[in-house]
C-alpha cells in the first residue's frame, strides 16, 4: 500500500473514532479492535487486572509462619534492614516462623546480594518466581503490584521495574504495623497514596497507550487509566482526603492509620494497572541526586529524600500542567480533597488541584518545594536528564512533554508556598 493511502486509511479511522458514539458498549474507542493515535500509531484496546491475594486485619503477620508451610515452603528468606529488624513486626514475623519451624538465619552485604536480586527483578513475564509474601507498612502498595524500585547508591540511579512475574503471592495487611511509623513516615508515606491515587486516575486512558501488544503476555503492567482502576483510585482519595491528617498528628489513632493502610492497598491495586506518570518519573532524579537533605524521623546515617515527599513536592505544578487534558477528572479530585468547585471554571481545574495540594502539604508542615531540599536552578538540568529515562511511566502522563516542559515543571517546584 502506498503511503499516500495508508495516511489515508489512518484519517478516514480517525474520524470515525472522532464522530463515533462514546458510551462503552458501543464506541470504536472500547471497541476489540486496536485503535489508532493522533499520531497514526496502534493504541491498545484491552486492559488486564492483576492483583495478589491480600489479607486484611490487626494481627494478621502471626499468620505467616503458617502461610509459608501450607506453601510447602522449605527455605525461607526473610528481608529486612537494621532499623525495621528492631521493630515488633519484624519480631512478629520472626517468632512466626520459629513457631512453625521455619527459621535459618542469614546475613548477607549488599554487594553478595545485588546481583541475585538483578537476576529476580528482570525476570521476562512468563518466568515463575518463588512464592513472595509481603508484610508492609503503608504508602506504596507494594503488597498489590508487579512492581520493584531498584535504587543503586553508587550510580544515584533509581528505577523503577514492571514485571506481573514479581507480584506477590499473598499481601499481609497488618494496620498494628503502622503504629510504629513516626509521623513523618506517616505523611511521607500518605503522600505517595495521594500521588498514586491521583496519577492513576489522571493516566492516558488504555485505549490511547502505544503500542498495541503483539501477544498479551507483553502487555505492561502499567496500562494506562481503566473503569477498574478508576473505582479504586477514587476511594483510595476519599480516604486520604478524610484520615491523612489525622494519621499523621495522632500515632495512637489505629482507626486513621487502619484506613490509610487500606487505601495504601487501594491505590496499589489502581495504580498497579493502570500506572502513574509525572510525579513519579519526576521523583526518581530527586531521590537519586540528593545532596544533603536528611529527613526528619528517619534513621539514616546519610542524605535522604524519602520516596512520598520525592513524588508530592512536583504535584502542584505537574497537575497544572496535565490538567489540559481531562480537566474534569483534575476537578473531581480537587473536590474529593476537600476543594470548593461550586463555581469553579473548567479551565481552571489544573490551578484549583494544585491550590488544594498546596493547602494540604502546608497544613503538614512539609518542606517549601525543591529548594528546601537542597536544589536550585542549577540542577534543573540533570534533573531533567534523570527524568528522560522513566519513559515507563512518563508516557502515561496525559500531555506529552518536552525537555523544556520538564524544565519548567522542576522550576515551578523549586518553591510551594
Given at each position: 500500500?502506498?503511503?499516500a493511502?495508508r495516511?489515508?486509511v489512518?484519517?478516514?479511522?480517525?474520524?470515525?473514532?472522532?464522530?463515533?458514539?462514546q458510551?462503552?458498549?458501543?464506541s470504536h474507542?472500547?471497541?476489540?479492535?486496536?485503535?489508532?493515535?493522533?499520531?497514526?500509531?496502534?493504541?491498545?484496546?484491552?486492559?488486564?487486572m492483576a492483583?495478589?491475594?491480600?489479607?486484611?486485619?490487626?494481627?494478621v503477620t502471626k499468620?505467616?509462619?503458617?502461610?509459608?508451610?501450607?506453601?510447602?515452603?522449605k527455605?525461607?528468606?526473610?528481608?529486612t534492614d537494621?532499623?525495621?529488624?528492631?521493630?515488633?513486626?519484624?519480631?512478629?514475623?520472626m517468632?512466626?516462623?520459629?513457631?512453625n519451624?521455619l527459621?535459618?538465619?542469614l546475613?548477607?552485604?549488599?554487594?553478595?546480594?545485588?546481583?541475585?536480586?538483578?537476576?529476580w527483578?528482570?525476570?521476562p513475564?512468563?518466568?515463575?518466581?518463588?512464592?513472595?509474601?509481603?508484610?508492609?507498612t503503608s504508602?506504596?502498595?507494594s503488597?498489590?503490584?508487579?512492581?520493584?524500585i531498584?535504587?543503586?547508591?553508587?550510580?544515584?540511579?533509581?528505577?523503577?521495574?514492571?514485571?506481573?512475574?514479581?507480584?506477590?503471592?499473598?499481601?499481609?495487611?497488618?494496620?498494628?504495623?503502622?503504629?510504629?511509623?513516626?509521623?513523618r513516615?506517616?505523611?511521607?508515606?500518605?503522600?505517595d497514596?495521594?500521588?498514586?491515587a491521583?496519577?492513576?486516575?489522571?493516566?492516558?486512558?488504555?485505549?490511547?497507550?502505544?503500542?498495541?501488544?503483539?501477544?498479551?503476555?507483553?502487555?505492561?503492567?502499567?496500562?494506562?487509566?481503566?473503569?477498574?482502576?478508576?473505582?479504586?483510585?477514587?476511594?483510595a482519595?476519599r480516604?486520604?482526603a478524610?484520615?491523612?491528617k489525622?494519621?499523621v498528628r495522632?500515632?495512637?489513632?489505629?482507626?486513621?492509620?487502619?484506613?490509610?493502610h487500606l487505601?495504601?492497598a487501594?491505590?496499589g491495586?489502581?495504580?498497579?494497572?493502570?500506572?502513574?506518570h509525572?510525579?513519579?518519573g519526576m521523583s526518581?532524579?530527586?531521590?537519586g541526586?540528593?545532596?544533603?537533605?536528611?529527613?526528619?524521623?528517619?534513621?539514616?546515617?546519610?542524605?535522604l529524600?524519602?520516596?512520598g515527599?520525592?513524588?508530592?513536592?512536583?504535584?502542584?505544578?505537574?497537575?497544572?500542567?496535565?490538567?489540559q487534558?481531562f480537566?474534569?477528572?483534575?476537578l473531581?479530585?480537587?473536590?474529593?480533597?476537600?476543594?470548593?468547585?461550586?463555581?469553579?471554571r473548567?479551565?481552571?481545574?489544573?490551578?484549583?488541584?494544585?491550590?488544594?495540594?498546596?493547602?494540604?502539604?502546608?497544613?503538614?508542615?512539609?518542606?517549601d518545594?525543591l529548594?528546601?531540599?537542597?536544589?536550585s536552578?542549577?540542577?534543573?538540568?540533570?534533573?531533567?536528564?534523570?527524568?528522560?529515562?522513566?519513559?515507563?511511566?512518563?508516557?502515561l502522563?496525559?500531555?506529552p512533554?518536552?525537555?523544556?516542559?520538564?524544565?519548567?515543571?522542576?522550576?515551578?517546584?523549586?518553591?510551594l508556598?
Amino acid at each position: 500500500m502506498a503511503a499516500a493511502s495508508r495516511s489515508r486509511v489512518a484519517h478516514l479511522l480517525r474520524q470515525l473514532q472522532r464522530a463515533a458514539c462514546q458510551c462503552p458498549t458501543h464506541s470504536h474507542t472500547y471497541s476489540q479492535a486496536p485503535g489508532i493515535s493522533p499520531s497514526g500509531k496502534i493504541t491498545d484496546y484491552a486492559f488486564e487486572m492483576a492483583v495478589s491475594n491480600i489479607r486484611y486485619g490487626a494481627g494478621v503477620t502471626k499468620e505467616v509462619g503458617m502461610d509459608l508451610q501450607n506453601m510447602g515452603a522449605k527455605n525461607v528468606c526473610m528481608m529486612t534492614d537494621k532499623n525495621l529488624s528492631r521493630l515488633p513486626p519484624v519480631q512478629i514475623v520472626m517468632d512466626s516462623l520459629v513457631k512453625n519451624a521455619l527459621w535459618k538465619l542469614l546475613s548477607l552485604p549488599k554487594r553478595e546480594l545485588l546481583m541475585p536480586m538483578l537476576l529476580w527483578v528482570v525476570a521476562p513475564p512468563w518466568t515463575p518466581v518463588k512464592p513472595l509474601i509481603f508484610p508492609t507498612t503503608s504508602g506504596t502498595g507494594s503488597e498489590t503490584t508487579g512492581v520493584a524500585i531498584f535504587d543503586y547508591e553508587p550510580l544515584k540511579v533509581k528505577i523503577g521495574i514492571g514485571s506481573r512475574a514479581i507480584k506477590p503471592t499473598l499481601g499481609l495487611i497488618d494496620p498494628l504495623h503502622t503504629l510504629h511509623m513516626p509521623d513523618r513516615v506517616v505523611a511521607n508515606s500518605g503522600f505517595d497514596v495521594l500521588c498514586h491515587a491521583l496519577e492513576s486516575y489522571t493516566a492516558l486512558p488504555y485505549h490511547m497507550r502505544s503500542p498495541c501488544p503483539s501477544n498479551p503476555i507483553f502487555r505492561p503492567a502499567y496500562q494506562g487509566s481503566n473503569p477498574i482502576s478508576d473505582i479504586w483510585a477514587v476511594h483510595a482519595l476519599r480516604i486520604v482526603a478524610k484520615y491523612l491528617k489525622r494519621a499523621v498528628r495522632n500515632p495512637d489513632d489505629l482507626e486513621a492509620r487502619s484506613n490509610m493502610h487500606l487505601a495504601s492497598a487501594f491505590a496499589g491495586i489502581g495504580f498497579g494497572n493502570a500506572g502513574v506518570h509525572l510525579c513519579h518519573g519526576m521523583s526518581y532524579p530527586i531521590s537519586g541526586l540528593v545532596k544533603t537533605y536528611k529527613a526528619k524521623d528517619y534513621s539514616v546515617d546519610h542524605p535522604l529524600v524519602p520516596h512520598g515527599l520525592s513524588v508530592v513536592l512536583t504535584s502542584p505544578a505537574v497537575f497544572t500542567f496535565t490538567a489540559q487534558m481531562f480537566p474534569e477528572r483534575h476537578l473531581e479530585t480537587a473536590e474529593i480533597l476537600g476543594a470548593d468547585t461550586r463555581t469553579a471554571r473548567i479551565a481552571d481545574a489544573g490551578l484549583v488541584l494544585a491550590d488544594t495540594l498546596r493547602k494540604l502539604l502546608f497544613d503538614l508542615d512539609v518542606d517549601d518545594g525543591l529548594a528546601a531540599i537542597g536544589y536550585s536552578k542549577v540542577d534543573i538540568p540533570a534533573l531533567v536528564k534523570g527524568t528522560l529515562p522513566q519513559e515507563r511511566v512518563t508516557k502515561l502522563a496525559p500531555r506529552p512533554q518536552s525537555e523544556e516542559d520538564l524544565s519548567a515543571l522542576f522550576e515551578a517546584s523549586m518553591k510551594l508556598y
